[in-house]
């Protein structure tokens, strides 16, 4: 079945850089999403990948190999309101034709 | 354009009741998925809807059950409540449930389900 991995929490400083990782193991791939979650809020779409290589938006930029199964999303130039859980999500073929969600990590920023 | 909407935003309910939960996707939008979020599970994966059909569930026990109509509305139905029924419960709508950017979910707030 669908499993995916990452991180539980991360801390990190404003301005600096942060990577989290998401491994991920699917029946057949049909993409893979970043999401940011706040407190208390619902989650809102960062980005999509689906071909390898790394997606840049802004300060965000996500990379997808999926040979290894891996994805990973980058935070530059980190700000307080990035903190937040981001959380992986793949959807796979046939029996994991639907999109399953990894636990999220809790990214805290430090002044 | 408006989001996803979902009501109730809060529900309190008893043990054995039954609850029913809707969900209005962005207008435009055809699939319908369901997820219950809790803070040691985090989004567990319920059902997913397009064109009216389940086209995928979760490994929910069978007193979780969806519909979802021509307008492309949903709603969600537990029966018998369990205390560990106690959760957010999100709904998201996409373009279109299948692969590309197109299956971008869009969540609504939520609803908060308390079972007493």
């Known amino acids: 079945g669908q499993n995916i991995d990452q991180p539980t929490e991360m801390t990190a400083t404003e301005g600096a850089i942060v990577q989290i990782n998401c491994t991920y193991q699917?029946?057949?791939?049909?993409?893979l999403f970043w999401y940011q979650q706040h407190a208390g809020e619902a989650p809102t779409f960062l980005s999509y990948?689906?071909?390898?290589g790394l997606e840049e938006k802004g300060r965000f930029s996500s990379f997808l190999s999926r040979s290894k199964g891996y994805s990973y999303l980058l935070l530059k130039e980190l700000q307080m309101k990035d903190s937040a859980s981001y959380l992986c999500?793949?959807?796979?073929?046939?029996?994991?034709?639907?999109?399953?969600f990894g636990k999220g990590t809790r990214l805290h920023i430090l002044p | 354009k408006a989001g996803v909407t979902q009501t109730p935003r809060y529900l309190i309910k008893t043990r054995g009741q039954q609850v029913t939960l809707s969900c209005s996707p962005i207008s435009g939008h055809r699939s319908v998925s369901w997820y219950q979020q809790t803070p040691g599970q985090g989004l567990q994966f319920l059902f997913e809807y397009f064109s009216e059909t389940q086209r995928n569930k979760g490994n929910f026990p069978g007193r979780f059950s969806g519909r979802q109509f021509s307008n492309s509305r949903s709603e969600m139905n537990v029966s018998t409540l369990e205390l560990g029924d106690s959760a957010l419960y999100l709904c998201?709508?996409?373009?279109?449930?299948?692969?590309?950017?197109?299956?971008?979910?869009?969540f609504g707030p939520g609803t908060r389900l308390t079972v007493l």
């Open positions: 998201a709508s996409s373009l279109e449930g299948t692969s590309g950017i197109a299956d971008t979910q869009y």
């Open positions: 699917t029946s057949g791939f049909n993409g």
């Open positions: 999500a793949v959807r796979g073929e046939g029996r994991d034709d639907k999109i399953i």
């Open positions: 990948n689906v071909l390898d």
